[in-house]
């Protein structure tokens, strides 16, 4: 309802604005400018939802990172509350940052996607970008384990943006799954990030 009235509120400011006036090409731009309303949001809620989830899921995700390494590396990890405490918080500072900067990034490659010819490379970058925040996302907790400050987390993920990337493509492609992909989606990027992550280190200590 909000996108047919502001659709219509913009085509008519249009036809004003260019003195033109024509019932037909009213209701064309009317439905044109609802539709691009409604895709904008749609893609906003999605990235909302898709944050909120992983939000919802720090605490475990948390754990689950840390479990994976204890695995993988055999250092133990006793539980600490305020250490859990403030990994929690930190997956939850981190994706509230990430999302607003994706938000940014939503924006702007949605206009540019009008744009003929380089609407197809402006729709493949915003793919690119969402799945390396939400790789980013993935790999601090691992960063946060190992002392790094989310400056140095910043600096980290940006050297290995690609290792970011495909995680989050992975996560993307399995949170588009109904149901089953809003819990597996999470659960595999952050263990895959664990992994991805010891490597890096391994290799370049």
């Not at 731009?29 to 609802?34: A, T, W």
């Not at 390494?69 to 600490?80: A, K, Q, R, S, V």
């Not at 929690?88 to 996607?113: D, K």
């Not at 939400?134 to 790999?139: A, E, P, V």
């Amino acid at each position: 309802m909000f996108a047919s009235a502001f659709g219509g509120t913009i085509s008519t400011w249009l036809l004003d604005l260019f003195a033109l006036d024509s019932t037909w090409l009213k209701v064309l731009l009317g439905f044109f400018i609802s539709l691009v309303i409604k895709l904008l949001l749609f893609l906003v809620y999605m990235l909302f939802y898709k944050y909120l989830v992983l939000i919802i899921m720090s605490p475990f995700l948390a754990l689950l990172s840390e479990r994976t390494e204890e695995l993988l590396t055999g250092n133990e990890y006793p539980f600490n509350f305020s250490q859990f405490l403030r990994d929690v918080l930190r997956g939850i500072a981190i994706a509230l940052r990430n999302m607003f900067l994706e938000l940014l990034f939503v924006i702007g490659f949605y206009l540019l996607a009008f744009i003929p010819l380089v609407n197809l490379l402006g729709m493949l970058f915003l793919f690119l970008t969402q799945s390396y925040f939400y790789g980013f996302s993935m790999l601090d907790y691992s960063n946060e384990r190992h002392k790094r400050s989310v400056r140095e987390s910043v600096s980290f993920v940006r050297k290995f943006k690609w290792v970011a990337v495909s995680n989050g493509v992975v996560f993307y492609l399995l949170f588009i799954i109904p149901f089953a992909g809003w819990l597996v989606a999470p659960s595999y990027a952050v263990v895959a990030a664990t992994l991805a992550n010891h490597h890096l280190e391994k290799n370049n200590s």
